[in-house]
């Protein structure tokens, strides 16, 4: 069904684009970047970190500092406000028209293109059916739920074959339920239609599921650009590794080629001294008290059944508590003595942010 | 306890009512008996002399010039606010800065400064110029500094309730350039202000005196002026008929202004 909407793959590049704001604060530290065509990349941080900066940038609602340059294709399009660079924007709030129904917000970006009536009627309908919206055409926007009026805007976005559609945080107005829904709609979207995609948000989970790229952004720089599974098993910082999925600390002592940690030690390149390592919850296993192989031993804290599995949270009176995944069925709870064995190929030595 | 409680409360609402019905009637007797006069053979007959619609045919005759002036001063008034209260409202409401606020603030000013001081300042500083002060555009130009403030702020109040900002950001990302998306969405979503302010100011300007009686000449006399002539120095039939037209203008507005208000508070 998406494939007779197949949009053009334009690729975009910007260099040394960077933002400061009337008043003299940097929004965005200069940023060179290439984005495939085709691909859909994410861009992922707090509030403030400058990503919804960098899509306005790309989508042509500002303009860089002096210097900045903004490419789609061979395109040099930094000169050309919005109106100019056909583009698709979704926004968080909607941005629908209220004085208009369904089917003539769709219908706009045509009406504005001078798209023939007969033709813009077709592709109107489409693009509804397309979405699941063709029972909705005729009526006002006000009367739609916030996930019918999220598809109506990706409609409209798209009805127009935008070279960019540009995603500025579009699920987060929706409730969770919805938002996974939504998700999966977007998700199916992007891959069918094939279009270049920007997408803004500061939920991770959709960063991983959406994103063939993520680029991790904290205080106006880029933190990292990777694959999620990159950016979730290789993070080159302890900002990208706190702020992507759970993250635990541990602490050891390296001492003539050997790191000591609790009661293990591992082979080690480093310089003497104490080292603080990173290890992902995942890569803990569970163990009795005392078990052979066991590097630390540890009393549960707290344990939250999620269905699936149980997180547990061991206290070993060593530095703070770690993050485990116990088995759904384990049974074990507060109060319950472990033993926990690292994983000593996933423990991540990283700089500090 | 209870009984006393709800007896207390039925005493002070029986007060509250009959307050209420006494406060109206003292309202509406002179505007009932002002409008009776004005069909009223003879007045100080009482209405026992007949009713008639002389008097106020006498009214056309002597004031019906009157009435279009009126009319055409509320309407070119209407126009000229339109031009200029719409965009002030736009460019208030697009933009946040200290001196916008300042700029609002200022609008107000001739609301706040009495008509007269306003009308004797023009009179002051413009009453020289060509023919300006023997003509209706002089008054004009007093009604429109008098309802601006009015137009901007109804169109302003609507403007800030919606997200102006990202509807236009949206219009603009589907190829739409400023007059577009003025025309084709601003505009229209801000239609109920518009309204509000538009009738607001039609209302105004036809009932507005204070400024009107200091800027007027007797080739430009408006409704408000010309009752107040006809109080002073005819038949207070011809008077009280004078009032009955003016009410059958200004009524049917007024009752569209509340149908309005109330029409768009249903359907946001």
Known sequence: MTDRFHL??????LESCGKTFPGGSRALEPLDLTIRGGETIVFLGPSGCGKTTTLRMIAGLESPDPGGRVWFGEEDVTALPIERRNVGMVFQSY??????SVAENVAYGLKVRRVERADRERRVEEMLDLMHLGAFAGRRVDQLSGGQRQRVALARALVVRPRVLLLDEPL??????????????????????????????????????????????????????????????????????????????VSGQAQSGALRLGRGAFPWSGPDGPVELLIRPEDIALAAEGEEDTHLDGLVAAAVFLGDRTRLVVETGDGPPLTVDAASRSGLARGDRVGLRLDPSRLLNLPQP | MTTMTLSRRGLSFWAQLVFTLLVCALLMAPVAMSMLAGVTANYFVGIKSGLTLRWVEEVWRLYADTIFLSLRIAFACLGCTLLLGVPAAYALARRQGAVARAVEELLMMPVAVPG??????????????????????????????????????????????????????GA?????????????????????????????????????????????????????????????????????????????????????????????RSAP
């Open chain 1, 8 to 13: 053009d793959a334009v690729p975009i590049r």
């Open chain 1, 95 to 100: 941005a629908l028209f209220p004085n208009m």
């Open chain 1, 172 to 249: 987060t107005a929706l409730d969770a339920k919805l938002r996974d829904s939504l998700r999966l709609d977007i998700d199916r979207l992007l891959r069918g239609l094939g279009v270049t995609a920007v997408y803004v948000t500061h939920d991770q989970g959709e960063a991983m599921a959406l994103g063939d790229r993520i680029v991790v952004m904290a205080k106006g720089r880029v933190a990292q650009i990777g694959t999620p599974r990159d950016i979730y098993h290789r993070p080159t910082d302890g900002f990208v590794a706190d702020f992507i999925g759970a993250m635990n600390r």
């Open chain 2, 116 to 169: 007269l001081a306003t009308a004797l300042a023009l009179i002051v500083t413009y009453g020289g110029v060509g023919d300006l002060r023997r003509s209706w555009l002089f008054i004009l130009i007093g009604h429109v500094l008098f309802t601006l403030p009015f137009m901007v702020r109804a169109v302003l109040a609507v403007m800030t309730s919606i997200d102006l900002k990202t509807l236009e950001e």
């Open chain 2, 172 to 264: 603009a990302s589907l190829g739409a350039g400023f007059a577009r998306r003025f025309f084709s969405v601003v505009l229209p979503n801000c239609r109920s202000g518009i309204l509000a302010g538009s009738l607001m100011v039609l209302t105004l300007s036809v009932g507005e005196f204070n400024l009107t009686w200091l800027l007027h000449t007797p080739m430009t006399k408006t409704l408000p002026v010309g009752l107040a002539d006809s109080y002073a120095s005819l038949r207070i039939e011809i008077g009280s008929a004078y009032t009955l037209v003016f009410f059958i203008m200004i009524v049917p507005s007024l009752i569209l202004l509340q149908w309005l208000a109330r029409h768009d």
